[in-house]
Structure formats: C-alpha cells, structure tokens
C-alpha cells in the first residue's frame, strides 16, 4: 500500500494519543487502548452476548446486540501471513479496546473476492474491512455497494477509492509531497528523480512534480527504469546530464535504493540529498544500510506502533507485519463509530467524513470527500544505524 501538510497552529484533533498506555482517541469521543501486561501467547477468546437466544441464518450467528463486520483478507496461499496478520491485528484491537459492540468474522479472498464478499453479504455483515488488494476491491466494491455496505479497504491505490470505497492505506503520493516539502523547507530548489516503470512509477512522478512546483522548486530530471541488468545504472547516468542537482527523489523500496545510491554519488550526485518514500518504512533492516545515511523519507509515525509491535509478538509468537496496523485501526475506527450505531441499522458512513479526523496507532488521518486517508506524516532521516524524526507529524487538521 497515501501527505498531510506542515502548518503552524493546526486545530488538533478531537481523538488524541493519550499519555497513559497505548491510549487512543477516535473523533470526538475516547477509545481506550490499556497497555498493561503482556499477554501470553494464548488465542484470545469472547464472550457471547447473554440476552436472547440467537438466530441462525446460514449456520452464521445473528448478534442481537453486536454489529458484525467483515474481514476480507487472503488467508491462504502466497498472501496468507499477511492476511493472518491483519486478521491478528483484529483480535487484539478488540481484546485491548474490550469491546462487546461489534463481531468480526474473517473471509478469505484467496478462494476469490467475489466468493468472499457474498458470503460476508450474506452473513449479515453490515460493513467491510479490507480487501488488501486492489483487484479484490475493484470486484467487491459493485457487490458491497447493491447492498449497502461500505468497504475500508487496506489498499495504497487510489483508483479504488470512492463510491462507498474508503482507502486506509497508506497512499505514496502523500509521502513524495511531504518529503519534497520539508526539503524545500532546508532550502532546496533542484530536484531529480528515480522512478521504476509501471503504475506506481507514473504516479510517483506525477506526485513529485506537482509536489515540486507547489514550492517554487525545479525538476531537473525525471528518469524511468526497469528491473532488467543495467536499467537503473544508465538511467543514472541520464540523470547525470543535467547534475548538479540538490535532492533526487527514490520512488523504490529501500533495498532499490541502496543499491541506487552508490551510483548517484559517482555520477552527478555527490552531494545530492537522497529522499525516499513510504515503502522504506516497511523494511525493518534499512537503517541498517550505510549506503542510505543522511537520507530523509516520510510515514508515518512508528512510536505507538512499536508498543503494539511488542503486545503482538507476545500474543501471537510472531512479528506482525508493517501493514497489520491497518487492520488495528479499522477496528478503533469502527468501535467509536458503533457507539452512536444501532444493531440492525446500516453503518452510518457520513461519521467518516469527519474533517476533525481520526487517531491511532499510524497517528492521526481523515478521509476526503474521494475516500482516501489523509495522514499526518512525519519526516525521518536514517543516521547512525537508526531512523530519526527530524519533521514530527502534525497532532490533526
């Protein structure tokens, strides 16, 4: 798998980061995450409503007094620990926030999204975390949409969002204009970039051009390369033509861009600032890389998520991935929501258009009026063998 502009004196959120525990606010009202001891590595349980006898529709269980959502994630085959880890990141979402208001049952989209999205319809889910990808959105969202049941998809690409579609992934045009931003705050007006073929590559470039004319900068050079031997290096050396250049923008993942450093710094670039985005903070080990020193790239903050890192490892015996925070915060976002949701009714979508936002474990977000998150992001830059924050994310809108 979308960044908020710097501004002095932004309104802060209604839903904060509480100073106690992992606490978290969502929109007006708190969402209480206690940190407490970490639990063992046991399956979390819970408890069944006591009331009144559920009906059984489709073997499936009818909570009388929860709402029940769906999880739409590949649990099987080349995606499965993803998906297991979203669908991990679920359970304790509801085990820390200890809610009773909401039942989450997982589908999964590996047998097919249109298999997985009729039966969570027909199971009476009246909304839809997930798909992670983008081609399971583009087919559950028709099906979703007939039956009145929005979709907050885990998905980066934008194309998807809108028409009962709400995207939290973390889109990478936000981040190219972030950290173009806080570089042109350092005084830099000249710019090249580095993008992959393909979609995202295309994207990329659109995204920092824009970004970079926003702040009265320049593009020197804009380069393109593939995953063939040689691509990258005389793409490089394209860039080089037009050197000196203050900054080049990485549009790749770390790894990529390690091995693209090396070759900016003997030709052209040897004092350009390196810049990256959103993908490198999905690599564990990157800082790790010397090639990569002094570089800035922007996400989004990784204080909570390291608490939430360290109760996952605990509960579950493994690590969790860098996207399952997705699904955590799904979870928040829908318990504020169900506490103003009557059992039976459809979810009320106009409490996503919140402009105040949101807050969790990725920092604050909210979603425009096309249905993507737009996140408060912070700037680090990679020194000594650790990520810094050089930039804090703003604390809201």
């Not at 810049?275 to 204080?303: H, Q, R």
Request: charged residues 15%.
């Amino acid at each position: 798998m979308a960044e908020a502009h710097m501004g002095a004196q932004r309104r802060r959120l209604f839903g904060r980061v509480l100073a106690i525990g992992l606490g978290l606010a969502l929109s007006a009202c708190q969402t209480v995450v206690p940190r407490g001891p970490a639990p063992g590595p046991q399956r979390p349980t819970t408890t069944a409503p006591v009331a009144a006898q559920p009906r059984v529709d489709s073997a499936i269980p009818q909570d009388t007094e929860r709402q029940r959502i769906a999880l739409l994630v590949p649990l099987s085959g080349p995606n499965a620990a993803v998906g297991q880890s979203l669908a991990n990141a679920t359970q304790l979402a509801i085990l820390d926030t200890k809610t009773d208001r909401i039942r989450i049952t997982s589908y999964d989209t590996n047998r097919g999204a249109a298999v997985a999205v009729q039966q969570a319809l027909a199971d009476g889910n009246r909304l839809i975390l997930g798909p992670l990808l983008a081609e399971d959105v583009r087919i559950a969202a028709p099906l979703a949409k007939r039956a009145g049941v929005p979709i907050i998809a885990f998905s980066n690409d934008v194309s998807v969002a809108g028409d009962g579609v709400y995207l939290l992934g973390y889109a990478p045009q936000q981040s190219i204009e972030r950290v173009v931003r806080y570089a042109a705050s350092k005084g830099i007006k000249d710019f090249a970039g580095l993008v992959p073929n393909g979609l995202y590559g295309e994207r990329a470039a659109t995204a920092m051009l824009r970004a970079v004319e926003a702040t009265g900068g320049q593009v020197l050079a804009l380069q393109t390369y593939d995953r063939q031997p040689g691509s990258l290096n005389g793409a490089i050396l394209r860039l080089a033509r037009n050197s000196p250049y203050r900054a080049v923008l990485i549009a790749d993942s770390g790894a990529a861009s390690a091995l693209a450093v090396p070759l900016i710094r003997k030709n052209g670039g040897q004092a350009a600032q390196i810049l990256g985005t959103d993908l490198w903070n999905t690599e564990t080990s990157i800082a790790a890389n010397p090639a990569l020193a002094g570089a800035w790239y922007a996400s989004v903050s990784n204080s909570l998520y390291r608490q939430y890192a360290q109760k996952y490892r605990a509960r579950f015996g493994t690590a969790p991935f860098r996207l399952s925070s997705l699904a955590y915060d799904g979870v928040l976002l829908t318990v504020r929501i169900a506490r103003d949701w009557r059992v039976g009714t459809p979810f009320p979508v106009g409490a996503l258009a919140d402009k105040g936002g949101f807050a969790g474990l990725d920092g604050a977000f909210r979603f425009g009026p096309d249905g993507v998150a737009e996140r408060a992001l912070e700037v680090q830059e990679i020194r000594g063998g650790a990520s810094a924050t050089v930039s804090p994310a703003p604390a809201g809108f």
